[in-house]
């Protein structure tokens, strides 16, 4: 696990620990030293605490012109033991909603399981960005599955054409742009 290291390559473009507006804003790294761990194995110092045992993330870019964020997430997603859901709608989804988020693009290939509970902070998060949506991209065929078992697949779009994105191989500016068309057509006129 220590290996696996979030997406760097828009660093250049944005930096959440930068971005005075971020929730993550003023978060140090030490790249010298693994702290955080899931299940006791240690992860890459690169990904971001939101104050769960078991779910880090990274803000890849977030664009507050365009209203939309980038989020790549690692660990497993723990509803039942940890309200993870919880902790990401306040410490992460709630500060970005407040300042013009509505779009979120949710990375999910390293998220490797996922618990469940109810469903009133997915509910909670998508009736806050009414005329926004959330996507989910890469994330394992049974990790959606189960979440659809849940019925989160009404508040998060995935599968389908989503589910083809190589998304490493877009600009942050090009890839809102191509999953919000897909968004647009399955919501239709």
Aim: hydrophobic share 40%; net charge negative.
């Amino acid at each position: 696990m220590h290996t696996i290291e979030p997406f760097y390559n828009w660093i250049d473009k944005y930096s959440a620990a930068e971005d005075p507006r971020s929730p993550l804003f003023g978060t140090e790294s030490n790249l010298l030293q693994y702290t955080n761990t899931i299940y006791g194995y240690y992860i890459h110092p690169q990904w971001d605490d939101m104050e769960s045992e078991t779910l880090f993330l990274k803000i890849l870019y977030t664009d507050y012109d365009l209203g939309f964020t980038i989020i790549e997430f690692i660990g497993e997603w723990n509803d039942t033991l940890h309200n993870d859901i919880m902790q990401l709608k306040r410490n992460i989804i709630d500060p970005l909603v407040n300042e013009g988020i509505h779009r979120f693009i949710i990375i999910g290939e390293n998220v490797f399981n996922f618990h469940g509970s109810d469903d009133a902070y997915y509910e909670e998060w998508f009736e806050d960005i009414e005329d926004g949506w959330i996507a989910a991209l890469g994330f394992q065929e049974f990790v959606m599955s189960e979440m659809k078992n849940y019925n989160l697949d009404y508040y998060i779009n995935y599968g389908g054409s989503l589910d083809n994105i190589p998304w490493r191989t877009f600009t942050p500016k090009r890839l809102f742009a191509l999953v919000n068309g897909m968004i647009q057509k399955r919501l239709g006129p």
